[in-house]
């Protein structure tokens, strides 16, 4: 069993930026691809970023590719996302995710253990 807990969201301007972290208790978090989903309201559970075991690959959906990087500190269990250049769709909330699959392959389904999330909000 994998306990994760995002921290880091607010409100925000647009074009500024944020930094979400979700710390990860329980088995092995190097055995364990991450990644970042968020869910708008009214609309279904998206794809924002994931890393590999090692962090050595990333992967982004292409609405932040270059605006959000995802990094992760094994020693410490956390998995990071940096948030540049907000924008006031970018508003959702932001969930953990862990599998025991590849990162280039993670998604909704094939995620094992998902944070709580924390709301991110942009304001124009």
């Known amino acids: 069993q994998v306990q994760l807990v995002e921290s880091g969201g607010g409100l925000v301007q647009a074009g500024a930026s944020l930094r979400l972290s979700c710390a990860a208790s329980?088995?092995?978090?190097?055995?364990?691809?991450m990644g970042w989903f968020r869910q708008a309201p009214g609309k279904e559970r998206e794809f924002v970023a994931a890393?590999?075991?090692?962090?050595?690959?990333?992967y982004y959906a292409d609405s932040v590719k270059g605006r959000f990087t995802i990094s992760r500190d094994n020693a410490k269990n956390t998995v990071y996302l940096q948030m540049n250049s907000l924008k006031p769709e970018d508003t959702a909330v932001y969930y953990c995710?862990?599998?025991?699959?590849?990162?280039?392959?993670?998604?909704?389904?094939?995620?094992?253990?998902w944070g709580k999330g924390t709301l991110v909000t942009v304001s124009s």
């Open positions: 890393i590999s075991r090692s962090g050595a690959s990333t």
């Open positions: 329980g088995r092995t978090f190097s055995s364990y691809a």
């Open positions: 995710a862990a599998t025991g699959g590849t990162a280039q392959a993670m998604g909704v389904m094939k995620t094992d253990y």
